[in-house]
């Protein structure tokens, strides 16, 4: 006996809201999808408490003007809907002129309450103003036009410019169809063809002010997409000049380091030959200081041997220190630049990694000078205190500011300099002086060592 398997056709999951949704024709997704974004547009919490939010006080000509007058000046939006709306009242009162006072005075009413609403709840003041329409054409003084008298043609316009200013396209587009919805029934009912229609002005002239604002919308959101990628791309080429600069501090303290290492291993490994008969103490001392310097050596490059490249070479010269700055001061002469030195205090040797770093940012400051300053003269101050090196670079204002051009290089000098200071647990100011110059101050510690640590 064969048994007949039937083929069920799939079910919705029970669990699933939007199955039989899914289960529709695309043009049947697509109306839903429309309704779904008129309810939420036009419909859902309508008249929500939606304050106008004040004017930016950052722009270039803001930012000059007093601060009494920039207060005042961030209610400038407010002041131009205001404006707008008792524009709006004139036109209507103006219009209902025949009706006498009190009709003038509600048509003025009808024309600009919608407009002072627009300020507190901007979707609620768009069914106002459809909704004040038919209530003012009663009090027009005739019925050539219809259904928008002069009044509420100008407040419904003004409501529907601010309204499409602060929200979304897709609400403008709601709200221009549901105007010539408006328009067009009202004529087909209470118009009959007896009269002069403004339902096309209307669409025409609204439309092309919603084209206007989307162009606004659409340039605004482009301005504020490529400042977010300018400071995205801002923050990240600083982030990758940081980088690179720790990785070029990194490979000269590598080559420090790893230098001297290298010599005391040597040392030690030497050191019991130098002396005659050396006890088995001795001896054993050195071997265990040669191992363990061979084995922090080893360490050392295997940490730090990941900042080297693989076209990277190690200098074959020695790395310069505050001995080798007259060679550079005079390449520098040779630029063009007019630069003194000047040294305090008792020179003496420092450690390799402050001779280098105070090399470095000597050579930096001044070729900032050439750089920014052509034409200026320079000073080199050196210091030696107790406590550490100190440093001052100074420069004097170029003679022909106005013919200064735009420095070409990466503006990333000074970043160099604060990392070398801050490898070195130092302090640093730089920023320009009184007379128009520049000038960077340093201060580099050094411990004070003992005669009886030597």
């Given amino acids: ?222 301005e504020q997409e490529v400042t977010a990628q300018q400071t995205v791309t801002a923050h990240e080429r600083s982030r990758r000049t940081l980088l690179e600069e720790r990785t070029t501090i990194a490979r000269e303290l590598h080559d420090v380091v790893a230098h001297h290492m290298s010599v005391v291993a040597i040392q030690a490994e030497a050191a019991p030959y130098r002396v005659e008969n050396p006890p088995p103490e001795l001896e054993r001392a050195f071997v265990t200081i040669r191992e363990n310097a061979v084995a922090a050596l080893t360490e050392l490059r295997r940490v730090l041997g990941v900042v080297r490249a693989e076209d990277y070479e190690a200098p074959d010269a020695p790395q310069p220190t505050l001995a080798d700055l007259d060679a550079l001061l005079a390449n520098v002469r040779d630029a063009g630049l007019a630069v003194d030195k000047t040294v305090t205090g008792a020179v003496r040797e420092l450690p390799q990694g402050v001779e280098l770093s105070a090399y470095r940012i000597v050579q930096e400051a001044l070729s900032n000078t050439l750089r920014h300053a052509p034409g200026a003269g320079a000073r080199v101050e050196i210091g030696y205190v107790l406590g550490g090196l100190g440093l001052r670079i100074v420069n004097d204002p170029p003679p022909a500011p106005a013919l200064v051009k735009p420095s070409p290089g990466a503006g990333h000098g000074i970043t160099g300099m604060r990392e070398r200071v801050s490898m070195l647990n130092g302090e640093m100011t730089a920023g320009a002086t009184d007379a128009g110059g520049y000038e960077v101050t340093v201060f580099l510690p050094v411990p004070v060592v003992s005669e009886g640590d030597a």
């Fill in 1 to 222: 006996m064969t048994e007949t398997t039937q083929t069920q056709p799939p079910q919705p999951t029970p669990h699933d809201p939007y199955a039989a949704y899914k289960q529709r024709s695309p043009e049947f997704r697509l109306a839903a999808d429309a309704l779904r974004g008129l309810r939420q547009d036009l419909f859902h919490d309508a008249f929500a408490y939606r304050p106008l939010p004040r004017m930016s006080v950052d722009g270039p000509l803001t930012r000059r003007l007093p601060p009494r007058i920039r207060e005042y000046t961030a209610w400038t939006p407010h002041a131009v809907v205001l404006a707008a709306g008792l524009l709006a009242a004139t036109i209507a009162a103006s219009a209902a002129e025949e009706q006498g006072d009190i009709g003038s005075l509600i048509s003025a009413l009808l024309a600009v309450c919608p407009v002072l609403l627009v300020l507190l709840r901007p979707v609620g003041a768009f069914w106002f103003s459809v909704a004040a329409a038919p209530v003012a054409a009663v009090f027009g003084n005739s019925w050539d036009d219809w259904p928008w008298r002069a009044g509420s043609f100008a407040g419904h316009l003004i409501v529907l410019t601010v309204v499409a200013v602060r929200t979304r396209p897709r609400t403008a587009a709601w709200m221009w169809v549901l105007t010539g919805v408006y328009g067009i029934g009202a004529e087909t009912v209470l118009g009959g063809g007896h009269y002069s229609s403004n339902t096309g002005p209307m669409m025409v002239v609204s439309a092309l002010v919603f084209l206007a604002v989307t162009v606004w919308h659409i340039r605004r959101d482009a």
